[in-house]
């Protein structure tokens, strides 16, 4: 595109040029075009499905539109399972986050075996739940080692059932769950700049008092955000609530209902309207959460410049 | 250094053995939960003992590899692993790139929208893909199992690359268009050199996630395209039919690859990465 | 490589989301020229740089080469180098390599790369680091291989953004020195933004400064420096004393301004009406001290800094204004003095209109810019 002085541009070329013009003063141009593939690609796999799904729900085979979602809530066996997937969920990733953070923060610093032990700590969340869910029942079963040192040194009478009930599941979301919180909680713990403890150590606080009124607050948004990943995980929990849970009982969690309404039961509308309800559910609490994350600090955790 | 001395002073103290303790403890079950799998897949026989009676014998993984048909499982879930890792890759490291360079209008919007598969469970949006997966004939087979579980790759690699090249100075690129280096050959000199080592984790990162992504395979695959975390679950799940030992071999295999592709990931990525896509100093 | 004539930018402005970083710049750069951009920081200057680059698109006007229309080319097809203010070197190639770049992209023959790579790197001293990655050398040195790299393709134009403020005091006289000899050798024709006055008094050949991405003033170091054309010119040009009075008689040549105690005679600059609000601006050089018992305005001395031959005194009117001077003689703090000026060195601008932009004119400007050190 190039014109001389003596032949002033024609007029079509000249509004594609103010077009451009305007556009290029919002941002826009060709090279946005790379975006299309992936934005492309979640809505036709991401959105697309998800409401189709919730279109689905609302068209259940008999009795009006909203009948699935009336059917959930009235069976008690479906309705539960949010009361039962929440009870295992809160709870577990709460002892996540809570547990990360003491340990965490004793391992900030530099030290000899650091990334060993961090490597040990990727370990089981790369297993999976379906493996760890086979090792428990290996492990924490009625004969397994675990039963077997609590009888031998006298702590108890008979094997502690831990297995096919809540505690097997629960056990499975601190497995898989407790190293994925404490990584990020570590690497948040990183991005603390360390004078800022140093400085306040020169104004006389103690080392309760520098995590108390130092650390934590900084560290708090980062706890948000580890909760509401930590939960999101154990929130989905599923293969291993029906290997090592109670299936049909204790931990008859959402995403079974889900998925028996869908497979067993071919119900598609209900099968939908129960995972609407999840994610809706599993958005509710993030929500929460990050709106008290908001009340929060979130700027810097550096202590100056450089 | 005062963190010297800090860390020093802690570690008399009666707090710090408590945590050191539960991490031991953490560990000891951890090895516990692991070691009972392979110690039942290598023994003969295991009841009600500290460990298997009548010897060891590895005489059940060849009947899990037999009875399970782990060598076609095993293909399909490297197919089905290097296809999700090489099409996320091309979809997402160009969407990362702009949204590393650019502002426009709706660019939160549009991060929102590739962070929300990472945020939903799996099963919420498994069940109406599959479905529309079903519809339109991809569901049941490869393809089914590998578009399901692009779901969540392809924003991941977006989540992970997008601050990779954020702390790429972008004035290098104007430096080489300055220097006369077209859209092309900034791309293929300058960025792609410099993006190796991001791709490189994000493909790791996504092979790891796919081998072990359990929820969104078992909803969409069928009966030949079942990956190995998949195979595990249903021979776990149909337990008293076969043999609890054979069904400990092959968690043993799968864990093995597991454990394979974590150390080779490890080789390029930091753990921390594995779990987040938080920044940390090169130590 | 082309050579143009002149270059000439025409309404050249840009803006974001409706904010206009840069409007209506006109100006005609001729062949040999260097010319500085200058201005403080989100002035425009840089803006003004990368749409001359073609980094940024324009929103309005155009920029053409003699005869040829630039501003729709793509950097890459304008030929002019640049000069990165944090020098964007290829962090996975050697210096050669980071210097051979743009002779590559223009598919120049391999032995006239090695010939003119060799020439460049010898121009810039850095013959024994050719081989290493840009993260093993000092930062001066980063610097010489970012100029090498510009100027080695000769450019019609080399475009260089802040180059030197990342380096420390010695190190950038030194290479302000270099900069000068490279253009004036190789011939090159220079647009450098700055926000150092003396950097740019010292380089240029012509100066345009900019505030609020709007031409100020255009003109050579001279006439900026003894002529400025506003009060926001001779505030960035060393004016350090800028009083808020308001003007009273004048007899054409000077004009009489009062207020806050003071009574002075200077001489207007534009459109200065008596009664109306004005800013008198003065270097601290050009105030004289004088002993208490003489004619002027008193004042009493706060602060003395040595500066080598002269001192830099701070003083305090009996009415409160704070005043900067210069000189050789060495006041004590607490001396009583009086303070007299040459009404030539004394320049009444008018203030802003009402509704413009208010600036921050106090008496007191610890925010000023460095002056002349």
């Given at each position: 595109m190039t014109a001389t002085l003596d032949r002033p541009p024609e007029a079509p070329r000249r509004s594609r040029t103010a077009l451009r013009h305007r556009l290029a003063e919002r941002g826009i141009d060709r090279q946005l075009l790379l975006l299309v593939p992936a934005a492309l690609f979640v809505i036709l796999l991401f959105i697309y499905p998800f409401l189709y799904g919730v279109g689905l729900s609302f068209q259940p085979a008999e009795g009006g539109p909203l009948a699935a979602y009336r059917e959930f809530f009235t069976d008690a066996y479906l309705r539960d399972t949010i009361g039962t997937t929440l009870g295992l969920s809160l709870p577990a990733a709460l002892l996540n986050v809570l547990a990360s953070v003491p340990i965490a923060y004793r391992m900030r610093g530099r030290f000899r075996g650091k990334r060993l032990l961090t490597t040990i700590l990727v370990v089981p969340i790369t297993l999976g739940t379906v493996l760890t869910a086979q090792g428990l029942l290996n492990f924490l079963g009625p004969t397994g080692w675990f039963n077997r040192t609590l009888l031998s040194s006298g702590l108890v009478d008979e094997p502690v059932?831990?297995?096919?009930?809540y505690w097997g599941v629960f056990f499975s979301l601190v497995i898989t769950g407790f190293p994925f919180a404490f990584l990020l909680v570590l690497s948040y713990l990183s991005g603390i700049d360390p004078t800022l403890e140093r400085a306040a150590s020169t104004l006389g606080a103690g080392s309760w008092q520098r995590f108390r009124r130092i650390t934590l607050p900084l560290l708090a948004p980062g706890l948000a955000t580890t909760f509401c990943l930590t939960f999101v995980l154990a929130f989905s929990v599923f293969p291993s609530a029906i290997l090592v849970g109670d299936p049909s009982g204790t931990t008859r969690v959402i995403s079974i209902a889900a998925y028996e309404a869908a497979y067993v039961q071919y119900d598609y509308a209900l099968a939908s309207a129960v995972a609407v309800l999840m994610g809706l559910v599993e958005l509710i609490v993030i929500a929460i959460v990050l709106g008290w994350r908001a009340l929060l600090y979130t700027g810097s955790t550096a202590g100056g410049k450089g | 250094m005062s963190g010297v001395a800090t860390r020093r002073r802690l570690s008399g103290s009666p707090l710090a053995w408590l945590i050191w303790g539960l991490v031991i403890f953490f560990f000891v079950n951890l090895a516990g939960v692991i070691g009972s799998v392979v110690v039942s897949s290598v023994g003969e026989r295991w009841f009600d003992t500290w460990l298997p009676t009548a010897g060891y014998t590895t005489r059940w993984y060849g009947e899990a590899w037999q009875e399970f048909g782990l060598g076609p499982v095993l293909l399909t879930t490297l197919e089905v692993s290097l296809l999700v890792v090489g099409i996320s890759v091309l979809i997402g490291v160009p969407a990362s790139y702009v949204l590393a360079r650019r502002s426009f209008p709706g660019r939160r919007l549009l991060y929102l929208l590739f962070l929300l598969p990472i945020l939903m469970p799996p099963i919420t949006y498994g069940i109406p893909l599959a479905t529309v997966l079903y519809k339109y004939g991809f569901a049941g087979n490869l393809s089914g199992v590998v578009l399901a579980n692009l779901v969540p790759s392809v924003p991941f690699v977006i989540l992970t690359m997008t601050p990779f090249i954020e702390q790429i100075d972008p004035a290098i690129e104007r430096a080489a268009r300055m220097c006369g280096a077209g859209t092309r050959q900034v791309f293929v000199r300058i960025l792609a050199p410099l993006l190796v080592p991001g791709i490189l984790a994000a493909s790791i990162l996504v092979l790891v996630r796919t081998v072990g992504m359990f929820e969104l395979t078992f909803l969409t695959a069928g009966p030949d395209s079942q990956t190995l975390v998949v195979a595990l679950y249903y021979s776990m799940s149909a337990?008293?039919?076969?043999a609890q030992q054979s069904v400990d071999a092959m968690a043993v295999m799968y864990s093995g690859m597991m454990l394979v592709l974590l150390v080779v990931a490890l080789r390029f990525v930091n753990p921390t990465q594995l779990v987040a896509r938080v920044k940390e100093d090169v130590d | 490589m082309t050579r143009f004539e002149q270059l000439r930018l025409d309404g050249v402005s840009r803006s974001f989301a409706g904010q206009a970083?840069?409007?209506?710049l006109d100006l005609t750069i001729r062949r040999g020229e260097f010319i500085a951009l200058l201005g403080p920081s989100g002035c425009g200057k840089s803006t003004a740089l990368n749409c001359l680059a073609g980094l940024l698109p324009l929103t309005r006007g155009s920029i053409w080469q003699d005869d040829t229309r630039l501003d729709t080319l793509p950097p890459e097809k304008r030929g002019f180098g640049m000069v990165f203010q944090n020098y964007a070197l290829f962090p996975h190639l050697t210096v050669r390599k980071n210097v051979a770049f743009g002779l590559q992209m223009r598919r120049v023959s391999r032995a006239d790369i090695r010939r003119r790579v060799d020439e460049a790197i010898r121009l810039v001293h850095l013959e024994e680091h050719a081989g290493k990655l840009p993260g093993q050398l000092s930062g001066g040195q980063q610097q010489r291989v970012a100029i090498a790299r510009a100027v080695v393709l000769e450019p019609s134009l080399v475009l260089m953004d802040e180059?030197?403020?990342?380096?420390d005091a010695k190190l950038r006289l030194e290479m302000r020195t270099e900069i000068r000899r490279l253009h004036q050798s190789l011939g090159l024709t220079t647009v450098y933004v700055t926000h150092d006055q003396e950097e740019a008094l010292s380089l240029a050949d012509r100066l345009v400064v900019l505030r609020a991405g709007r031409v100020q003033q255009v003109g050579t170091p001279e006439e900026l420096h003894t002529s400025p054309a506003n009060w926001h010119v001779a505030d960035f040009m060393g004016y350090r004393n800028l009083l808020r009075l308001r003007a009273g008689a004048t007899d054409g040549a000077t004009l009489a301004v009062s207020g806050d105690g003071l009574e002075l005679t200077g001489t207007p600059v534009g459109d200065v009406r008596p009664g109306a609000e004005v800013i008198a601006g003065v270097r601290p050089e050009d105030l004289v001290i004088g002993p208490?018992?003489?004619?002027g305005v008193r004042a009493v001395v706060e602060v003395v800094e040595y500066q080598g031959r002269e001192v830099a005194v701070e003083a305090v009117t009996d009415s409160g204004l704070r005043l900067n001077l210069r000189g050789t003689v060495r006041p004590a703090p607490g001396d009583r003095i009086t303070v007299t000026v040459d009404p030539a060195r004394l320049l009444v601008f008018p203030a802003d209109p009402p509704g413009a932009p208010e600036p921050a004119v106090e008496p007191d400007r610890a925010d000023a810019p460095v002056a002349t050190g």
């Open positions: 059932r831990l297995t096919n009930n | 337990a008293g039919i076969r | 970083a840069l409007a209506d180059p030197l403020s990342n380096l208490d018992s003489g004619a």
